[in-house]
T-cell receptor
Framework: DSGVTQTPKHLITATGQRVTLRCSPR?????VYWYQQSLDQGLQFLIQ???????AKGNILERFSAQQFPDLHSELNLSSLELGDSALYFC???????????????FGAGSRLTVL | GQSLEQPSEVTAVEGAIVQINCTYQ??????LSWYQQHDGGAPTFLSY????GLEETGRFSSFLSRSDSYGYLLLQELQMKDSASYFC??????????FGTGTQLKVEL
């Protein structure tokens, strides 16, 4: 157990639907990252939050949004789902957003989304 | 932007030494990291280099040359359990961590 908790582990839904993925960072970590990993692909950076504020944005679609709450948990909202959104979505956390501590990411087990 | 290149696949035998290379292009550079991911699992942190040179952690070592925008991960005394994907990742401008596409390492008997 890495200390980063993601729910749900698996999710099957239909095109056009909306889902919410949840992440609780490791205790003491203030920064949360979201990554998308499609089949046999690398980790695509989506977005990063630090202590409730957005710090960096990657190739996140407009249909996707995220936020980090005061208790530091984060949610990734995916709407108007398409077949191509089927992927493994990882949340990761780190102590800070800059400096050496920012580079040591602890990943959760991921949420596997299947869009039919 | 940031881009990284690493081989897609490497095969080696148990007990051997293997080197996985990574070249990068980035606007702003803070450091190079390496992560391991077993099939279906979460990536786990292996090493981080901010300065030139070799960092050793047990059987794994990581090297960085900032002037060449190049680094590598060296795995010694390979074991079957080392079969996994290995990702290099660069921390660039804005402290954004960008991952390469990964190298699948297959360790054979």
């Amino acid at each position: 157990d890495s200390g980063v908790t993601q729910t749900p582990k698996h999710l099957i839904t239909a095109t056009g639907q909306r889902v919410t993925l949840r992440c609780s960072p490791r205790s003491g970590d203030l920064s949360v990252y979201w990554y998308q990993q499609s089949l046999d692909q690398g980790l695509q950076f989506l977005i990063q939050y630090y202590n409730g504020e957005e710090r960096a944005k990657g190739n996140i679609l407009e249909r996707f949004s995220a936020q980090q709450f005061p208790d530091l948990h984060s949610e990734l909202n995916l709407s108007s789902l398409e077949l191509g959104d089927s992927a493994l979505y990882f949340c990761a956390s780190s102590v800070s957003f800059s400096g050496p501590g920012a580079n040591v990411l602890t990943f959760g087990a991921g949420s596997r989304l299947t869009v039919l | 932007g940031q881009s990284l290149e690493q081989p897609s696949e490497v095969t080696a035998v148990e007990g051997a030494i293997v080197q996985i290379n990574c070249t990068y292009q980035t606007s702003g550079f803070y450091g190079l990291s390496w992560y391991q991911q077993h099939d279906g699992g979460a990536p786990t942190f292996l090493s981080y280099n901010a300065l030139d040179g070799l960092e050793e952690t047990g059987r794994f070592s990581s090297f960085l040359s900032r002037s060449d925008s190049y680094g590598y991960l060296l795995l010694q005394e390979l074991q079957m359990k080392d079969s996994a994907s290995y990702f290099c990742a660069v921390t660039g401008g804005g402290n954004k961590l960008t991952f390469g596409t990964g190298t699948q390492l297959k360790v054979e008997l």
